[in-house]
């Protein structure tokens, strides 16, 4: 590791960043996060960023706004202390959802997003699985968006399900690529259901396109949000006969109720990432969770970034 790095964390990810640090070999960064009385944002880094390389770790999870208004404040600081390069490393990329109009008068937030990182000195973004790729598009910065797949692909393999039984589950047309991708690091074939949403966080699943009857379902999707998708679709599953259904998720944003709608569900296990910290109080009211890190693919893309290595590998 370049003696030059610094790595922040603000408030949205702190036993993530301590875990990456402990990758690198190099100490968190001192910084303070405060409020006004009148909830204003300050940050202030505690040492010297003058030339160096500084990487900020937050990802834009719930509280969203206030957790992004820490990153564009701790952008300008840094930029004002002479950083060498402001480089965020944002696991969840919040507003995502947003990547098109979708119905007239709408707004494209997750361009505006990238708009306002870029203008306030933003350097390079690393994150994790993009609700949308085209979001890749809207910065002028470089952007590496890592995959989490391989890792779940590892973990499902280790499982010594037989071959012959796994199929692997896109939850909509939109997620094939990401499923087809875990299909191969399992030999397995892919299916998808064919849903509609009649509106936000509300679904209405009409058919399987592929067969599962008498097989280990392998879910795959970015993100779990209130969970009445994913657990309709794993419903639908289990009506057209598959014997055990898995999921695999990258983003847990697990909103409203929906660690209990998980726990009445016909999934087996939820196989989770770090991107967005579950609280202890989440863990604790379920056995059917498995979280993995992201820790050292963060700090493999650092090591790569800071020697002007290819990043692919990771």
Same mark, same amino acid.
Request: aromatic fraction near 4%; glycine fraction near 6%; charge should be negative.
């Given at each position: 590791?370049?003696?030059?790095?610094?790595?922040?964390? $603000?408030?949205?990810? %702190?036993?993530?960043?301590?875990?990456?640090?402990?990758?690198?070999?190099?100490?968190?960064?001192?910084?303070?996060?405060?409020?006004?009385?009148?909830?204003?944002?300050?940050?202030?880094? /505690?040492?010297?960023?003058?030339?160096?390389?500084?990487?900020?770790?937050?990802?834009?999870?719930?509280?969203?706004?206030? #957790? $992004?208004?820490?990153?564009?404040?701790?952008?300008?600081?840094?930029?004002?202390?002479?950083?060498? +390069?402001?480089?965020? %490393?944002?696991?969840?990329?919040?507003?995502?959802?947003?990547?098109?109009?979708?119905?007239?008068?709408?707004?494209?937030?997750?361009?505006?997003?990238?708009?306002?990182?870029?203008?306030?000195?933003?350097?390079?973004?690393?994150?994790?699985?993009?609700?949308?790729?085209?979001? /890749?598009?809207?910065?002028?910065?470089?952007?590496?968006?890592?995959?989490?797949?391989?890792?779940?692909?590892?973990?499902?393999?280790?499982?010594?399900?037989?071959?012959?039984?796994?199929?692997?589950? +896109?939850?909509?047309?939109?997620?094939?690529?990401?499923?087809?991708?875990?299909?191969?690091? $399992?030999?397995?074939?892919?299916?998808?259901?064919?849903?509609?949403?009649?509106?936000?966080?509300?679904?209405?699943?009409?058919?399987?396109?592929?067969?599962?009857?008498?097989?280990?379902?392998?879910?795959?999707?970015?993100?779990?949000?209130?969970?009445?998708?994913?657990?309709?679709?794993?419903?639908? $599953?289990?009506?057209?006969?598959?014997?055990?259904?898995?999921?695999?998720?990258? #983003?847990?944003?697990?909103?409203?109720?929906?660690?209990?709608?998980?726990?009445?569900?016909?999934?087996?296990? @939820?196989?989770?990432?770090?991107?967005?910290?579950? +609280?202890?109080?989440?863990?604790?009211?379920?056995?059917?969770?498995?979280? @993995? +890190?992201?820790?050292?693919?963060?700090?493999?893309?650092?090591?790569?970034?800071?020697?002007?290595?290819?990043?692919?590998?990771?």
């Amino acid at each position: 590791m370049v003696k030059e790095t610094v790595v922040f964390a $603000l408030t949205a990810n %702190v036993e993530l960043a301590n875990a990456v640090c402990k990758e690198l070999g190099v100490p968190l960064g001192k910084i303070k996060v405060e409020h006004f009385a009148d909830g204003e944002i300050i940050v202030e880094p /505690q040492q010297s960023v003058r030339g160096r390389d500084v990487f900020i770790i937050q990802s834009t999870c719930t509280p969203v706004t206030e #957790h $992004l208004m820490e990153v564009l404040v701790c952008i300008d600081a840094c930029k004002r202390a002479s950083a060498g +390069s402001i480089n965020i %490393v944002m696991p969840y990329y919040g507003y995502a959802r947003q990547d098109r109009k979708a119905k007239p008068r709408q707004p494209i937030t997750s361009k505006l997003v990238a708009n306002l990182l870029v203008t306030a000195g933003a350097n390079r973004i690393l994150t994790f699985d993009l609700h949308a790729a085209q979001i /890749q598009g809207y910065f002028d910065i470089p952007i590496d968006d890592l995959t989490v797949v391989p890792m779940l692909g590892q973990y499902f393999r280790e499982k010594n399900f037989p071959n012959d039984e796994v199929v692997v589950i +896109s939850p909509d047309h939109g997620g094939v690529v990401r499923a087809r991708r875990l299909a191969d690091m $399992l030999d397995a074939p892919i299916a998808i259901i064919d849903k509609r949403r009649p509106k936000p966080n509300m679904v209405e699943a009409q058919n399987v396109i592929g067969d599962v009857d008498g097989k280990i379902c392998i879910v795959v999707d970015d993100i779990c949000d209130t969970a009445g998708t994913l657990c309709a679709g794993c419903q639908i $599953l289990k009506d057209h006969g598959a014997k055990d259904v898995y999921v695999g998720i990258t #983003h847990p944003i697990f909103s409203k109720d929906a660690i209990d709608k998980i726990n009445k569900s016909v999934i087996k296990e @939820l196989v989770v990432t770090d991107t967005i910290p579950m +609280s202890e109080e989440k863990k604790a009211q379920t056995d059917k969770i498995t979280v @993995l +890190s992201i820790a050292n693919m963060i700090a493999e893309t650092i090591d790569s970034i800071e020697n002007h290595t290819p990043v692919s590998h990771v």
